[in-house]
């Protein structure tokens, strides 16, 4: 999720580097995205609390989370109870180890601007990227 947010919150961090990805998916069609059920609450939750924070006005936070549903990343229903394997193995959030499990299920990779995720599975799970990695 916080790769996607990167997309309408321009105050960001590696935003750069999420914007490719974006137009990779978007525009060139020369990648697919690929998320657990949870991403669409999670990115109500990261615009919320930008709007929150002032970072955003409440108008067009709904129009952020909007633009952001509207790009139909495909969602997939995670296994729980492989979740919370892999959250207790790795000592990450079950939200963490949805996508970690999705992306280990599909054999893609897993782009991340998540610090403490990446610091937990860095060198462990190959298949999780960070952001700033991305290239076309």
Excluded: F
Excluded at 46 to 52: I, L, P
Excluded at 70 to 79: G, K
């Amino acid at each position: 999720a916080c790769v996607v947010l990167k997309w309408q919150l321009v105050d960001e961090e590696d935003r750069g580097s999420a914007l490719v990805l974006r137009d990779d998916y978007l525009v060139e069609e020369t990648v697919d995205l690929n998320a657990p059920t949870l991403l669409e609450y999670e990115l109500a939750n990261g615009v919320h609390s930008a709007a929150r924070r002032a970072r955003l006005s409440p108008d067009i936070a709904r129009e952020a989370l909007r633009n952001l549903l509207d790009c139909e990343i495909q969602l997939h229903a995670p296994d729980p109870g492989r979740v919370l394997s892999l959250a207790q193995e790795h000592a990450i959030t079950p939200y963490d180890a949805a996508y970690v499990d999705l992306a280990e299920r599909l054999g893609i990779e897993l782009w991340t601007a998540d610090r403490p995720l990446y610091a937990a599975v860095a060198g462990r799970c190959p298949w999780v990227r960070w952001i700033t990695d991305y290239t076309t």
